[in-house]
């Protein structure tokens, strides 16, 4: 065979191998590619799924920020309830010993016209029981208090035996027999009734919270 017939043989074969040779080399490039791909895919995925749970945390995170925020909300809500009320307890509390410290010294004084007193003794036990009972009045005129019905009638029955002192002192003055010695006499009786009357209700508001 001639060399040019060799030529001629060899010729074609070289181009196949170059080709197969060619084709391989792109075959394992197109692999490597895919791989590369599949490799950035999964990477993109799990950054994507970090991303993901990063937001769910954070997203958690402030869920439970507002819910610690609104449970310390109520919490401080229902601190001042339970103080305010506290407050108003013990303001109640001081209130009925005063007003009870007060009744009793007035309670104390009317009892005794049941027994007989003179003009003396009675202006004299009505100057304590008006003290207690003027710092009593005093000490609540200007609160909430001032409007409950015990305030009201301790107030009255102080009124009333204040007014039947001097009257009293009037009648000293005046004839026993004469028409303004008797007037005089049931204004008297008429101030020590109606501070009977009233130390009775206040008893009893003072009993019924009032």
């Known amino acids: ?23 391989a080399a792109g075959y394992q490039s197109n692999l490597q590619r895919v791989r590369k791909a599949i490799d950035d895919n999964a990477s993109q995925r799990a950054v994507a799924r970090e991303q993901a749970t990063g937001w769910l945390r954070e997203s958690q995170d402030r869920v439970a920020a507002v819910k610690r925020a609104e449970q310390e909300r109520q919490n401080a809500e229902a601190r001042r309830l339970r103080e305010t009320q506290e407050r108003e307890r013990a303001a109640r509390d001081a209130y ?6 007060a009744l009793e010294e007035l309670e104390k004084l009317h009892s005794e016209l049941d ?11 009505l100057r304590t029981a008006h003290v207690a009972a003027k ?7 200007n609160g909430p208090e001032s409007k409950l019905p015990s305030y ?20 000293l003055d005046l004839s026993e027999g ?6 005089t006499e049931r204004i008297i009786q008429s101030c020590w009734n109606g501070a009977g009357a009233s130390l009775q209700s206040a008893r009893k508001q003072l009993a019924e919270g009032k």
């Not at 070289?14 to 197969?20: D, E, Q, S, T, V």
């Not at 027994?115 to 036990?125: E, F, I, K, L, P």
């Not at 301790?154 to 009648?171: F, H």
């Not at 004469?178 to 007037?183: M, T």
Request: proline share 3%; charged share 20%.
């Open 1 to 23: 065979m001639t060399s040019g017939e060799r030529r001629n043989v060899l010729l074609p074969l070289l181009l196949l191998l170059a080709i197969i040779v060619g084709g």
């Open 152 to 171: 009201k009638s301790i107030g009255l029955a102080d009124e009333s035996l204040t007014l039947a002192v001097k009257a009293w002192r009037l009648q």
């Open 178 to 183: 004469s028409p303004s010695y008797e007037k």
């Open 96 to 101: 009925y010993t005063a007003a009870i410290s």
């Open 135 to 141: 710092q009593f009045l005093i000490t609540y005129e």
């Open 115 to 125: 027994v007989g007193v003179n003009y003396r003794h009675y202006s004299d036990a």
